[in-house]
């Protein structure tokens, strides 16, 4: 099935200052960023990015602070105008859009979850989850009745006539998800919302989160510092330094194969094991037949899927001496791991 694009970036710029366009023109020449601040008081912000958001992706943006991440991420609903650039949501031109276009694409088809839970606090905790709805001008009891059954997908049932100061800072975050969730827009996008929280708190509403994106089917750009955070959640990875996108790619993609130093060091503590998968250290099994073809007959080998990981096949290992086969989703055997493969896998060298 073909991927449907529903965020796409193209050679987006954005540099903050009065001389914002004739520092574009010299940062497309190879001025540096530094040298772009001290001539023309100019700061580079996003740096001729572009990516594609899939139907259905959580596509984590991640970077270090300063690295442009939630900068860009605010071109896509248009909290930001781009100094250059274009931005497609569902294959419509959002920088094309009137003032109240864009505040229908932003209550209806985008909800935005904020680092710090962006709730009004002399409103009720129903009242905030219900605002989408009000900017979109339905009746009392509709926003009511759907921001109550939105504050149950996030467990906050009952609590709707709080005041956000009552609430924990996990509470608040739930809020600020349930309000995103409320007008069942197909896009959210996430600007460091579980940043904030306890270690324990933030797995658990990543967990939830994960949960509500697949049951709900939404598209979500995540924007997050924690590499952790990416491979956890994220279909795809950008990983962002001085506004620009130095690699793209999946979680597996990025950990075993990054594209330089940075990234490199980026990935340097990230385990192996349970990101690199089967598909990527095997063996094809025509050729590893052709190498032995007296020792083993392939079918009788112990079997793992693609999709295994490197944890899974040491855990196979343990208990057979043998190669181990490896089979698609039609149960046909398309690669063979030895012992050796396997070592060179959980070390790096393939």
Same mark, same amino acid.
Request: charged fraction near 25%; proline fraction near 4%; hydrophobic fraction near 45%.
């Given at each position: ?6 965020? %796409? ?16 023109? /010299?940062?497309?020449s190879g ?13 580079l $912000? ?10 259905? #992706? ?17 071109h896509?609903?248009? +909290?930001? %105008?781009?100094?250059? $650039? ?6 419509e ?7 109240? %276009? =864009?505040? #229908? ?5 985008? $909800? ?7 709730? =009004? ?8 989850v ?24 996030v ?11 009552? +609430? ?7 809020? $600020? +998800?349930?309000? /995103?969730l ?31 994106? &697949? #049951? ?15 491979? &956890? ?53 025509? %050729?590893?037949?052709?190498?032995h ?16 990981? =490197? ?9 057979? #001496?043998?190669?181990? /086969? ?14 050796? &493969?396997? +070592? ?7």
């Amino acid at each position: 099935m073909p991927h449907e694009a529903v965020i %796409e970036l193209s050679g987006v710029w954005k540099i903050f200052g009065e001389r914002a366009e004739q520092a574009l023109q /010299a940062t497309k020449s190879g001025v540096s960023k530094p040298d772009i601040l001290r001539r023309f008081g100019c700061v580079l $912000g996003v740096s001729n990015a572009s990516l594609t958001v899939n139907r259905g #992706e959580i596509f984590c943006v991640m970077g270090l602070s300063g690295s442009g991440k939630s900068t860009l991420v605010r071109h896509v609903n248009r +909290l930001l %105008e781009p100094t250059a $650039g274009r931005v497609l949501v569902e294959g419509e031109d959002i920088l094309a859009k009137s003032e109240s %276009e =864009l505040r #229908e694409v932003r209550a209806a088809r985008i $909800g935005m979850v904020f680092q710090n839970f962006g709730l =009004l606090p002399h409103r009720s905790v129903r009242e905030n989850v219900a605002l989408p709805l009000e900017v979109q001008g339905a009746s009392l009891n509709e926003r009511y009745e759907l921001a109550e059954a939105a504050l149950a997908k996030v467990d906050l049932d009952g609590w709707g006539d709080r005041l956000p100061s009552s +609430l924990s800072g996990g509470m608040q975050q739930r809020v $600020g +998800l349930a309000r /995103a969730l409320a007008a069942d827009p197909p896009i959210l996008l996430m600007d460091e919302p579980f940043s904030a929280l306890d270690p324990l708190i933030r797995r658990q509403l990543q967990d939830q989160f994960l949960h509500l994106c &697949r #049951e709900m089917g939404k598209t979500t750009m995540f924007i997050t510092h924690d590499l952790d955070e990416a491979i &956890r959640i994220g279909t795809k990875i950008a990983i962002m330094k001085d506004g620009s996108i130095v690699q793209t790619g999946t979680a597996e993609e990025i950990v075993a194969s990054p594209q330089d130093d940075y990234v490199a060091d980026f990935v340097a503590n990230i385990s192996r094991l349970h990101v690199v998968h089967a598909h990527r250290i095997m063996e094809n099994a025509p %050729e590893w037949a052709a190498h032995h073809p007296d020792r083993h007959a392939l079918a009788e080998l112990p079997a793992a899927s693609v999709s295994a990981t =490197l944890s899974d096949l040491i855990e196979l290992a343990v208990d057979t #001496e043998s190669p181990i /086969a490896v089979k698609d989703g039609q149960d046909a055997i398309v690669g063979v791991i030895d012992r050796s &493969r396997l +070592l060179q896998g959980i070390q790096g060298e393939i």
